[in-house]
């Protein structure tokens, strides 16, 4: 039962380009949405967040957008750098029910190329 | 910057010992969790932890997990009796608390090695 999906496992950019990650929910409790970054053999780090009564939030270089009707959201990274280059996590959470626990897709493995 | 430590990094045990697994959490931090990653696949919730009492847990947190803070620091994860399918990343996750910050801190996860 995947509520939180990332379709693609793998993503390569150039540097200096635009990196777009994307993650689709089924769940309509979800209200709150976060990116987390990977390293290997690190534990997930907070990037950014969005709130569902927001469209948009952006942070830096970073900036992530949610589409609710869609149920789609999505991080671009601009512009993108070498040091960018981990797995990506999307994660949502709500409210209905739920204690703040994540729930995570499976990532999406970004590398960006000098 | 305060962080998230986990203790310890890796863990090798035989299949039906038990194993304790410690995190301290960001010291005014009011929520704790813990997570975990087989290889491979996605971070999976396991626990949330709030005024000393479970709060919620998935279904993977069976009778054979529990969880415990100590004392004023220490929030552990104790498996009963380990089995091949509990060899796994564990991440133990703590925040301020709900209503509109939700993001968690993350410790480095230990590695556990079931043989």
């Known amino acids: 039962d995947q509520q939180v999906k990332q379709n693609s496992p793998s993503l390569s950019v150039q540097e200096g380009r635009i990196s777009i990650l994307n993650c689709d929910y089924t769940n309509s409790m979800f209200d709150y949405f976060l990116w987390y970054k990977k390293y290997p053999a690190e534990g997930p780090t907070f990037l950014i967040s969005?709130?569902?009564?927001?469209d948009k939030n952006e942070d830096g270089r970073f900036t992530v957008f949610l589409n609710k009707s869609a149920k789609h959201l999505s991080l671009h990274i601009v512009p993108s750098q070498p040091g960018d280059s981990a797995v990506y996590f999307c994660?949502?959470?709500?409210?209905?029910?739920?204690?703040?626990?994540?729930?995570f897709g499976k990532g999406t493995k970004l590398s960006v190329k000098p | 910057e305060p962080e998230v430590t986990q203790t310890p990094s890796h863990q090798v045990t035989q299949m039906g010992q038990e194993v304790i697994l410690r995190c301290v959490p960001i010291s005014n931090h009011l929520y704790f969790y813990w997570y975990r990653q087989i290889l491979g696949q996605k971070v999976e919730f396991l626990v949330s932890f709030y005024n000393n009492e479970i709060s919620e847990k998935s279904e993977i947190f069976d009778d054979q997990f529990s969880v415990e803070r100590p004392d004023g620091s220490n929030f552990t994860l104790k498996i009963r009796s380990t089995k091949l399918e509990d060899s796994a990343m564990y991440f133990c996750?703590?925040?301020?608390?709900?209503?509109?910050?939700?993001?968690?801190?993350f410790g480095p996860g230990t590695r556990l090695t079931v043989l």
């Open positions: 996750a703590s925040t301020k608390g709900l209503g509109e910050v939700y993001e968690q801190f």
């Open positions: 969005i709130s569902s009564i927001k």
């Open positions: 994660a949502a959470t709500g409210y209905g029910g739920s204690q703040g626990n994540l729930i």
